[in-house]
Every structure is written in C-alpha cells, then in structure tokens.
C-alpha cells in the first residue's frame, strides 16, 4: 500500500500537498574520498578537482531554508487524494532511450538546478523535443533558482516551456512564453516508489525521483548497491528504464560523470534513497501554440 498524490485537474482544483521530506532536492553534503564497489578507481567529472573546492562546489548547491519553511506551510493548507494504480501490460525490463525522446545529458555547474533539469526530462518525453530548463529555472512557481526547488512544483507552472534548450546556470526574471509545452496533469508518489516506478515508466515516461549521490564523487557506471550511498536523497534525477535488477537513472552532471552522465542504482533496495523519497511524472502535456 503507498500514498499517491496526483493532479488530474490541477487548473479547477488547486495545488497538490508535496511531502516535505521531498523538498531535500539537491545534492548538498560533501564527498570523502571512497574506495568501494560502484566507485572503486573511478576517474570522473570530480576526480580532477581538489576536496576543497568539490565542498565548495557541493556547498552551493545547497537547498534553501526558506524552501523548507514555504513547504511546511503550504501542506497545512492543502489536501490530496488517494487512488491506487492498476498494472497491466508491464515489460520486464524498459529503456526509454530505445522507444522515445530522451535529451542528452547536460551538466548543471554550480548552480543547484538538479531540480528543474529531472523535470525537464519528464515533459520533453511527452513533446519529443527539449524544452528551455533556462525558463523552468527562472519561472516555476515556489522554486529558488540556484537555490533549489521540488520537481513537481515546474507542473505547476500555468505558462508554457519553450521547445528550445537554453541554460546559462543563473536564475533572471521570468520571461513567460504563451506557446510551448505545457503540463496538464501529474502523478507524484511519496513512499513505495519502486513497486511503483515500472508502472509510471510504461504509462507516462521517465519519471523524476529523488536521490542520494553525495558519496558517489567518482561513480564510473557499475550498478551502486545501498552500502555504496546513502538514503538522505537531497538530488534530483530521471529514472529512463529498468531491467531486473537495477534502475536506469540520468543525471545532470555532465557526459563525464558515470557511464556518459547515467547510472544504474540495485532495484529493491532503497538504493540512494529512490524508494522512500519523492518521485513525480508529467502525465499529459499538451503543445500551445
């Protein structure tokens, strides 16, 4: 049994509760050096850069207070409904990279917008083209910018996302464009993602899910079991697929991080987290013009 909060009529019927442990969405603690399965002798996107200023780039991607305090009160106003999904017609094993739009990995600097990047990949799915997470960055409602933000707060946004990749790592006003994609409705799960995950996969496409990847600073794309992270998720990924032992998860750290900018986290397990966090999906967007 899990808890399922969802948007069917987000326009007629207000915003959704959003767990407050999910607001954690970005990568926040520093990394020690490790030397252990998924990371042993990894030379990656971190692995040239000095402890010192991988704590400093660490450090500012941490997730505002402010955020947290905002959260807190929005749930004391809003209410959510319950509903079960029902499976049916779920392959053993998926890679959406294979049956549909998944972008290319970009890398999001120093600035904390793991956030607004995890989204992106769940609208561009439905639209078959990338969408400005420059716009998303600067326009989501509730958000802070490089200080952070919750993924299912960008499907909130009642403007449209240009159909056109733009990102220069800072926050600017929002410019608000009346013809690009534009989500309707979402799905958002706060506990029991991984019995979930396949089905929201199959149904609606890559899903946003909230992850701990603090200890995985030279990851090199081996499948990371729980002893490998912790489960504080505090980051924001794009789950793609699965097969039947591990999840199939696109990060925003660049090509050079992982296996080309991807990892692979043990299925049924907890592993960084990934079951009791935060998971949300866009399930229809529609294209205005």
């Keep these: 049994m899990f808890t399922l909060l969802i948007r069917p009529f987000k326009d007629q019927f207000g915003v959704t ?3 407050a442990r999910a607001e954690r969405s970005c ?16 030379v990656e996107h971190f692995s040239r850069v000095t402890e010192y ?34 499976y049916k017609n ?3 094993q998926l890679d959406l990279r294979e049956t549909g739009f998944v972008g290319p990995v970009h890398n999001q600097g120093m600035c904390n917008a793991c956030w607004a990047f995890s989204a992106a990949g769940s609208i561009e799915y439905h639209v078959g083209k990338q969408v400005s997470v420059q716009n998303i960055l600067d326009c ?51 506990d029991d993602i991984e019995n979930n995950l396949p089905f929201l996969l199959a149904q609606f496409g890559p899903v946003a899910v909230g992850v701990d990847f603090h200890r995985l600073r030279k990851y090199r794309g081996l499948v990371v079991e729980p002893s490998d992270c912790d489960t504080n998720a505090h ?6 697929g699965y097969t039947r032992n591990y ?7 660049g090509v050079n991080w992982g296996d080309g900018g991807y990892a ?11 079951d009791s966090t935060y998971a949300t999906v866009a399930t229809v967007v529609e294209l205005k013009s």
């Excluded at 490790?34 to 990894?42: L, M, N, P, Q, V």
């Excluded at 707060?153 to 013809?179: I, N, Q, R, T």
């Excluded at 980051?235 to 793609?240: N, P, R, T, Y």
Aim: proline share 5%.
């Design 235 to 240: 980051h924001a990924a794009l789950a793609v």
């Design 140 to 190: 989501s409602p509730d958000t802070y910018g490089c200080g952070g933000g919750l993924m299912g707060h960008v499907f909130e946004y009642y403007d449209a996302f240009p159909l056109e990749y733009e990102y220069d790592g800072e926050k600017h006003k929002c410019m608000p464009h009346h013809s690009g994609a534009h989500v309707k409705n979402y799905i958002a799960l706060e």
């Design 247 to 253: 999840w199939i998860i696109k990060n925003s750290m």
């Design 27 to 42: 990568l926040i603690e520093p990394a020690a050096e490790y030397s252990f399965g998924a990371c042993e002798s990894g």
């Design 53 to 86: 200023k991988y704590m400093h780039i660490i450090k500012k991607m941490n997730f505002s207070i402010q955020a947290l305090q905002l959260l807190s009160i929005f749930n004391q106003k809003k209410k959510h409904s319950s509903r079960y999904l029902v």
């Design 264 to 274: 692979y986290l043990s299925r049924g397990k907890n592993a960084c987290g990934i």
């Design 90 to 92: 779920i392959p053993d």
């Design 17 to 19: 509760e959003i767990p």
